[in-house]
């Protein structure tokens, strides 16, 4: 089976400007997040994965599983992640330019949650590059073959997605685990 393409960028919806080119990697949790979908392969089909990431931390905020990458699979990662980590205003919420993504309720919890919108460059996947490194990651360490069903992938990710945040180690974090690195910020003065 043919791996499906996870962005449709040909949208009307319009575009939000790149706000990460310039700049420097955030120091503070909740001032970045980056999003992105996958797929996930499944014996009959295929279901899709949508994160958001804590870009100071590299902490799997929120996630979703599911048989569609529609606007709803997205909002539902999105709406877990503002629910758990309440993050203060103007947090920059970085994703491709999928039409998921631009959806106008979409944009309207991004608006309510007073985050900043960000895009990356039309065919530049060098701009979101921390997901694509973290989905990755995560289909390399799964040894992600195709699972029988959606119950067993959720069960499966929701696993690799607690060890990840809690143990797996970053050389980006100085080899600390995402929910370590994020203690040793708080304690920091």
Excluded at 65 to 74: G, N, R, S
Excluded at 174 to 189: G, H, M, N, R, V
Aim: glycine share 4%; charged share 20%; with cysteine.
């Amino acid at each position: 089976q043919r791996p499906p393409k996870t962005t449709n960028s040909h949208h009307t919806l319009g575009y939000s400007p790149n706000l990460l080119l310039k700049m420097p990697p955030p120091t503070k949790l909740n001032r970045v997040w980056v999003v992105d979908i996958t797929y996930i392969p499944l014996q009959s089909c295929f279901a899709f994965l949508a994160l958001v990431l804590d870009l100071c931390s590299r902490r799997v905020v929120g996630w979703s599983l599911a048989d569609h990458m529609t606007e709803p699979l997205v909002l539902d990662a999105l709406q877990h992640a503002i629910s758990d980590r309440q993050p203060p205003p103007d947090l920059i919420h970085h994703s491709d330019r999928g039409g998921q993504y631009a959806g106008h309720e979409y944009r309207a919890v991004l608006r309510r949650a007073a985050m900043r919108q960000s895009m990356s460059r039309a065919a530049n996947c060098y701009d979101n590059a921390f997901m694509e490194s973290c989905f990755g990651t995560i289909k390399t360490e799964l040894e992600m073959t195709e699972y029988q069903n959606s119950r067993q992938a959720r069960c499966e990710i929701a696993s690799y997605l607690a060890y990840y945040n809690t143990e797996r180690r970053h050389s980006s974090l100085d080899y600390l685990s995402p929910a370590a690195f994020e203690a040793q910020l708080t304690l920091s003065p």
